[in-house]
T-cell receptor, first 112, second 113 residues
């Protein structure tokens, strides 16, 4: 089955860009997602990319997809203290979007 | 309601007891999903409903876990003979159709003592 891996921690200075990386194993994944989880809150969908795209930009967020290397990244420009959270990469397997496989999450810490 | 609602938000139970966790999806959403998130991990898929039927229950860890959605709206996740290893946050999500964006509830934190 699908396996999704992320580094566990990332620390950046306020105002810098954050880049969170993810690798996945299932090349047939249709959609790849980035979710944000703040303490005590549910998962919030930030953005997603369809597998036939290699880049998607949405305001401060840029998603890059390298299908050959099965690598997905999320870049947050001008990182703010409110961006502190755990970020999860998730992929949908051959069954489609209803069965997401999540990575372990990357805890993003913002330093003043 | 405006979002996915899960009750209770916290549940503490003794080992061996039976528990029920409830999920109220967004009105009109046909698809409903249950995930389990252990401490320090990402959510793991448990079961997916399309309407009233369980379309995929391959993530349920064993036969102590069961879920229903009798009228195609509210769903209940039932855990029999709870074990300490069942302690986790149980997340519910719903989507308008099976391949559209899933919206998550805030979860039920289950602690088995």
């Amino acid at each position: 089955g699908e396996d999704v891996e992320q580094s566990l921690f990332l620390s950046v200075r306020e105002g810098d860009s954050s880049v969170i990386n993810c690798t996945y194993t299932d090349s047939s994944s249709t959609y790849l997602y980035w979710y944000k989880q703040e303490p005590g809150a549910g998962l919030q969908l930030l953005t997603y990319i369809f597998s036939n795209m290699d880049m998607k930009q949405d305001q401060r967020l840029t998603v890059l997809l390298n299908k050959k290397d099965k690598h997905l990244s999320l870049r947050i420009a001008d990182t703010q203290t409110g961006d502190s959270a755990i970020y999860f990469c998730a992929g949908s397997g051959i069954q489609g979007a209803q069965k997401l496989v999540f990575g372990q999450g990357t805890r993003l810490t913002i330093n003043p | 309601g405006a979002g996915v609602s899960q009750t209770p938000s916290n549940k503490v139970t003794e080992k061996g007891k039976y528990v029920e966790l409830r999920c109220d999806p967004i009105s009109g959403h046909t698809a409903l999903y249950w995930y389990r998130q252990s401490l320090g991990q990402g959510p793991e898929f448990l079961i997916y409903f399309q309407g009233t039927g369980a379309a995929d229950d391959s993530g349920l860890p064993n036969d102590r876990f069961f879920a229903v959605r009798p009228e195609g709206s509210v769903s209940t996740l039932k855990i029999q003979r709870t074990e300490r290893g069942d302690s986790a946050v149980y997340l519910c999500a719903s989507s308008l159709h099976q391949n559209t964006e899933a919206f998550f509830g805030q979860g039920t934190r289950l602690t088995v003592v």
